[in-house]
């Protein structure tokens, strides 16, 4: 029997779960996965905080607008409902989790001044390659002309 | 007060265990349980409540009120759809209630009095505590209310509730934060200010569809505190989003449909619908349902005066007395006060009165009186409240030649409850041609009928020269000289804004702006479609303020090669915008203008100016029957 460290498990059927969503047309498919997917990535926080952002933020980008918007919602009042939440605890990757609200039409969850340091940089970074991009590029567009960043 | 026969009291109190729901034996037609509702229910099917009868009737799709009983047998109605039209006929009291609640709260609000109380004095003196109407609005709007309600996960909610969040209509991001819009109506305003307090009836929408789609939206949101579908910030994002996204005219049936009928539905049972309606026959408040709509007028017309106008208290009581009542005061131009008076009486000493039974003495339900109070010379509106399904040509068109006649020079606004038609003004023009010219009549004024609503402000703003108070200053103070600016100046390619500000009357005055891309395509930013994002553009409008004042707010940040075009039309068109003082504040990096509305000059449209694609300003300042470019 091979040991396998905590969150190895999840990390997997999150990984597998990110593919099938980004290799998915099918909106029912799409559906069941997004719904699927909410237990896992709130269950991720426990194991991974840095990767479970990383993995929202893959939600937020990969799947539509109308799925990511409950998709990170729920993830978010999961992670919020834990005693050891705490949003910087994704050091390098707490981008990837206002990111992920940016992209997914949550940011009225983004916590100020958290979110307030970590903006400018969020804004910067180049986001390609989106479903329903330009729904989201427009949210970025918006922030970065609020703040001034051409 | 509407002439109908009053019910007398306490016919309605039933045995204990003797009800509707409770019967040992289910109902097994609608015959059978129209006659259980009449005789258990108290309803006066001849005469008091033969308004219901005929909407019972119409909705149906039955001949008519008359031989009701046997038409609900020989077409075959079922017990289900007789309860859900009865419920339904029923709920326009229920956005009545709400919206006296609300004016009751926000007078509240505004005295000292922390228990203010209403006060009935038609038939016997009955006061009316917030509590009670709290209770009453919850109740009866969650009763009338017929609706399959859907069952949702927790994941479907969140995917309805963003339904309702819109960049640019339900929120803008200032300073790097979310910013949730407010809607302009006031009692919305009032609600959310207060949360916790009874939901806020559904918006009225024509189209059938969106109505079901918001009914059943609605049902969820008052299940939510069981079913803890909803969080109280989701409730009030929903409700105020649903306001502000119908303002701003986005299509709200397409999505609600893509996540409300894929959901299984739990359909609302004959017992429950049974017991929902002996509810509302059991609540006080439905014995004094025909005080209620004079009230509801009453509340209607002191809220198009503006919210200048002061209401009247005695001791914590607002009164409604059949002798008389002060109810409110505002201050009118060019000096001096205007008067709100329930039930004022004035002798009628021109002609004999043509109403029968109506004596010399004339009591119209609401006067409002110029000073002195009581002179009618000095009445500058008489309103009189018909709470008829249909209009009665004699009868209405009598009371309005009595009260013409009793006031001589005032307007007199008859309302109705029910539709009315042109026959009733044809009938005063017959009977006192003199008089016919200061006569109205407005059919279907209830909460579902914003033409009728919005007909009725017209009226009284139109009657009573409300005075105005300051118009809020708006923006940037830097004033262009015309001259200057007609040379033309370099516009700013980049971010720029344009606000809009005026006094109360008119009472709506709209933004508009095109948006001209060099391949000629054109886009239309107002208050229907609150933003443009096309060619790289951004632009919104910041709200629709319909009662006065704005200030409305365009903000943009445009490419290279984009035009923009503003203009400001006359909505509510009370009055002219000729020297109504409105006026505007263009602000981009490189210009700032102030332009005050021409002082002569006819047209509904104050086209403003244009910043050019090449970033040449090119002011009109020009009133006109048109738009500068189509409006979509």
């Known amino acids: ?150 | 007060m509407s002439e109908l026969p009053k019910p007398p009291r306490g016919r309605r109190s039933r045995r204990r265990g003797d009800s509707l729901s409770s019967r040992a034996a289910p109902i097994g037609s609608s015959r059978e349980l129209w006659r259980t509702i009449v005789a258990r229910g108290g309803l006066d099917v001849e005469r008091y409540d033969r308004a219901i009868t005929s909407e019972l009737a119409r909705a149906l799709g039955l001949p008519g009120p008359d031989g009701f009983e046997t038409s609900l047998e020989r077409h075959g109605v079922a017990v289900e759809d007789l309860l859900a039209a009865l419920l339904s006929a029923i709920a326009p009291y229920a956005a009545m209630l709400q919206e006296i609640f609300s004016f009751f709260l926000e007078a509240g609000a505004r005295s000292s009095e922390k228990a203010l109380v209403m006060r009935f004095d038609f038939e016997g003196a009955q006061e009316l505590g917030l509590d009670d109407f709290r209770d009453w609005v919850t109740r009866l709007d969650a009763a009338t209310s017929v609706v399959d309600v859907p069952v949702l996960s927790s994941f479907s909610g969140l995917e309805l509730r963003h339904v309702f969040v819109r960049d640019g209509v339900t929120y803008r991001i200032d300073d790097g934060a979310w910013t949730d819009v407010l809607p302009t109506d006031r009692l919305l305003r009032a609600w959310l200010d207060r949360p916790g307090s009874a939901l806020p009836p559904r918006p009225a929408v024509e189209d059938p569809e969106l109505r079901r789609l918001l009914d059943q939206v609605w049902a969820l949101l008052r299940a939510s505190e069981s079913t803890e579908l909803f969080g109280p910030e989701d409730v009030r994002t929903i409700v105020g989003g649903t306001s502000l996204l119908l303002a701003a005219g986005v299509d709200l049936t397409s999505p609600l449909r893509a996540v409300l009928d894929g959901c299984p539905v739990v359909p609302t049972r004959a017992e429950d619908l049974l017991e929902r309606l002996e509810e509302v026959l059991s609540l006080p408040v439905w014995e004094l349902r025909s005080e209620l709509y004079s009230v509801w007028v009453g509340t209607r017309l002191i809220r198009a005066l503006g919210e200048s106008a002061r209401v009247h208290h005695v001791d914590g009581s607002i009164s409604f007395s059949a002798l008389g009542s002060h109810l409110a005061t505002c201050s009118v131009q060019p000096a001096g006060n205007a008067h709100v008076i329930a039930e004022l009486q004035t002798e009628l000493t021109a002609a004999k009165p043509l109403g029968k039974g109506r004596s010399t003495r004339i009591r119209p339900d609401y006067v409002v009186s110029g000073e002195p109070i009581g002179d009618a010379r000095t009445t500058l509106l008489v309103v009189e409240c018909k709470q008829y399904l249909r209009q009665k040509r004699k009868s209405f068109s009598e009371a309005l030649v009595d009260y013409a006649r009793g006031h001589p020079g005032a307007p007199v606004v008859l309302v109705n409850y029910g539709p009315t038609t042109e026959s009733v003004l044809e009938r005063v023009e017959e009977l006192a041609a003199d008089v016919s010219c200061r006569t109205e009549v407005i059919g279907r004024l209830r909460p579902d009928c914003p033409e009728a609503l919005a007909a009725f402000a017209r009226t009284v703003r139109a009657a009573v020269p409300v005075a105005e108070p300051p118009a809020p200053a708006i923006g940037p103070t830097n004033l262009v000289p015309i001259d200057e600016v007609s040379r033309g100046s370099q516009a700013d390619e980049e971010a720029g804004s344009l606000s809009l500000a005026w006094g109360a009357v008119p009472a709506d005055l709209d933004l508009h702006a095109w948006v001209q891309a060099g391949d000629g395509s054109v886009e239309h930013v107002s208050f229907r479609q609150k933003a443009a994002s096309r060619h790289s553009m951004h632009l919104t409008l910041d709200r629709d303020v319909t009662t006065g004042h704005g200030p409305e707010t365009l903000c943009w940040v445009r490419p290279r090669g984009v035009a923009l075009t503003f203009a400001v039309h006359n909505f509510s068109g009370e009055r002219s915008l000729a020297g109504c003082a409105a006026r505007i504040a263009l602000t981009t990096s490189t210009v700032r203008l102030e332009l005050e509305v021409p002082r002569t000059g006819a047209g509904r449209w104050w086209r403003l100016l244009t910043l050019g694609a090449t970033g040449i300003l090119q002011p009109t300042n020009a009133l006109s029957d048109a738009p500068p470019l189509p409006a979509s």
């Open chain 1, 1 to 150: 029997m091979t040991d396998r460290a905590p969150g190895d498990e999840v990390f997997a059927t999150t990984s597998d779960m990110l593919r099938a969503i980004r290799e998915s047309d099918d909106p029912e498919a799409l559906r069941s996965l997004a719904e699927h997917l909410v237990p896992l990535l709130v269950a991720y926080w426990d194991a991974h905080p840095h990767s479970a952002m990383e993995s929202l933020l893959g939600a937020a980008r990969d799947l539509p607008l109308g799925l990511a918007h409950p998709v990170v919602r729920m993830v978010v009042q999961g992670w919020r409902g834990k005693p050891t939440y705490d949003p910087t605890a994704g050091t390098g990757a707490q981008w990837c989790y206002l990111a992920a609200l940016i992209l997914s039409e949550n940011y009225d969850l983004a916590e100020h001044p958290w979110a307030d340091d970590l903006l400018a940089g969020t804004l910067t970074v180049g986001y390609r390659d989106m479903r329903d991009g330009s729904r989201k590029m427009a949210f970025v567009e918006r922030l970065r002309r609020d703040a001034g960043i051409r």
